[in-house]
T-cell receptor
Framework: AQSVSQHNHHVILSEAASLELGCNYS??????LFWYVQYPGQHLQLLLK??????LVKGIKGFEAEFIKSKFSFNLRKPSVQWSDTAEYFC????????????FGSGTRLLVRP | DGGITQSPKYLFRKEGQNVTLSCEQN?????MYWYRQDPGQGLRLIYY???????QKGDIAEGYSVSREKKESFPLTVTSAQKNPTAFYLC??????????????FGQGTRLTVV
């Protein structure tokens, strides 16, 4: 069965600091990978996605993520965070088999101090 | 406007009562999902449906039931058997399928409080 682990549950950073949020998944086959963000009071929205090709994907608002197949990882990065990045971030995995279940990690709450 | 509509936004029910949460999409998506979001636990999959008249249990299906009689609708019933029903419920849809390369789109959610 597929599963997703997010290592950091709470992260506090100052503005302009660099961000890296860890995400590891367990599934032996082909996967699609996603990072979603939930800003306070808003619904979940897609930050970026990986389906195939270049393992370094760029998303909205300066975020990027790198798929490392050998490590089953899809870490999210941003070189310089802003106060407006305060949100909860979720990693998700979609197994590309007959089930196409979409499984989420437990989320990481990011607080950026001005 | 295309999207996913969940209703109501807030719902209160007495313990022991069944309650049905609505989810409608006009995106022409085949796959639909129900998640439960609790603080510190992320989104946990309750049920999902790949196609009309077909659905599968997710990781926490006990105490819930669904139906998929129409492509655009995927209602979730929280039954009295669900031991801890108070939560935020999210519905999502996607084009689905093993060869599909699109993400899931989410509704605004329904916050259910059982008193």
């Amino acid at each position: 069965a597929q599963s997703v682990s997010q290592h950091n549950h709470h992260v506090i950073l100052s503005e302009a600091a660099s961000l890296e949020l860890g995400c590891n998944y367990s599934y032996g086959g082909t996967v699609n990978l996603f990072w979603y963000v939930q800003y306070p009071g808003q619904h979940l929205q897609l930050l970026l996605k990986y389906f195939s090709g270049d393992p370094l994907v760029k998303g909205i608002k300066g975020f990027e993520a790198e798929f490392i197949k050998s490590k089953f990882s899809f870490n999210l990065r941003k070189p310089s965070v802003q106060w407006s990045d305060t949100a909860e971030y979720f990693c998700a995995v979609n197994a590309m088999d007959s089930s196409y279940k979409l499984i989420f990690g437990s989320g990481t709450r990011l607080l950026v101090r001005p | 406007d295309g999207g996913i509509t969940q209703s109501p936004k807030y719902l209160f029910r007495k313990e022991g009562q069944n309650v049905t949460l609505s989810c409608e999409q006009n995106l022409n998506h085949d796959a639909m999902y129900w998640y439960r979001q609790d603080p510190g636990q992320g989104l946990r999959l309750i049920y999902y449906s790949q196609i009309v008249n077909d659905f599968q249990k997710g990781d926490i299906a006990e105490g819930y039931s669904v139906s998929r009689e129409k492509k655009e609708s995927f209602p979730l019933t929280v039954t009295s058997a669900q031991k801890n029903p108070t939560a935020f419920y999210l519905c999502a849809s996607s084009t689905g399928g093993p060869n599909s390369n699109t993400e899931a789109f989410f509704g605004q959610g329904t916050r259910l409080t059982v008193v």
